[in-house]
């Protein structure tokens, strides 16, 4: 129905809109990357995603997401930040519409807290 080159555009479109609102939000939020605590709570991680606490369970619940349950339920907020950025490129690499070369540019950086 629409040519590979219209759904390229559309998704590359897409993508950029909702990177743009990403940026625009985390700007004006609550905190900024380098105000981030050691280690989030559940409530904090909560404010932080603007999710509900059924979300926020969900989340805590899988298997590859970065969280301590020793002291409670904490999730280190480096490991949080370098699971976002895996689970972004995640999107990028599994949808097939990422040209290759962007594949290559775009390593997993950790996060440095200061």
Known sequence: MF?????K??????????????????????VQIQQLPPFLTKEELKKLLRIADTKASSLLARAD???????????????????????????????GLAPHALKALRPIKPYILT
């Open 65 to 95: 997401f970065p969280v301590l349950r020793e002291a409670g339920v904490l999730v280190p907020s480096h490991l949080f930040m370098q699971w976002v950025e895996a689970n972004t490129q995640w999107i990028d690499i599994n949808t």
């Open 3 to 7: 040519s590979e080159d219209f759904k």
């Open 9 to 30: 555009n559309m998704m590359l479109e897409f993508r950029t809109m909702i990177r743009e609102e990403m940026e625009a939000t985390l700007q004006g939020t609550y």
